[in-house]
Nanobody, 124 residues
Framework: VQLQASGGGLVQAGASLRLSCVAS????????MGWFRQTPGKEREFVAA???????HYLDPVKGRFTVSRDNAKNTVYLQMNSVKPEDTAVYYC???????????????????WGQGTQVTVSS
């Protein structure tokens, strides 16, 4: 499956953004979808994931602010980011896995397919 992420940009703290990840080549409904982020010099960090059952998981600092959802008919996964903070600044990546188990859902190595990343910059 090929993934294309979009929706990043430069926003002020407190604003909202919606990232999209469109899949092609395979139907998205077969995959657990994850969102990760990375800043220079740091390792890639789990942000959120949504399983085929639509069960969702979040990094603690984004709980209550970010919402991950999926539209299988559109082969698209979204990350709605509300009340963004400067510390949310990063390149955001979407990822897909057809084999990841629940205990490993936050591990980026469990995801075989990655999009190209979209930059989110939050100014204070």
């Amino acid at each position: 499956v090929q993934l294309q992420a979009s929706g990043g940009g430069l926003v002020q703290a407190g604003a909202s953004l919606r990232l999209s990840c469109v899949a092609s080549g395979r139907t998205l409904s077969q995959y657990t979808m994850g969102w990760f982020r990375q800043t220079p010099g740091k390792e890639r960090e789990f942000v959120a994931a949504i399983r085929r059952s639509r069960d969702t998981h979040y990094l603690d600092p984004v709980k209550g602010r970010f919402t991950v959802s999926r539209d299988n008919a559109k082969n698209t996964v979204y990350l709605q980011m509300n009340s963004v903070k400067p510390e949310d600044t990063a390149v955001y990546y979407c990822a897909a896995s057809s084999t990841v188990i629940l205990s490993n859902i936050r591990n980026d190595r469990a995801y075989a397919n990655w999009g190209q990343g979209t930059q989110v910059t939050v100014s204070s």
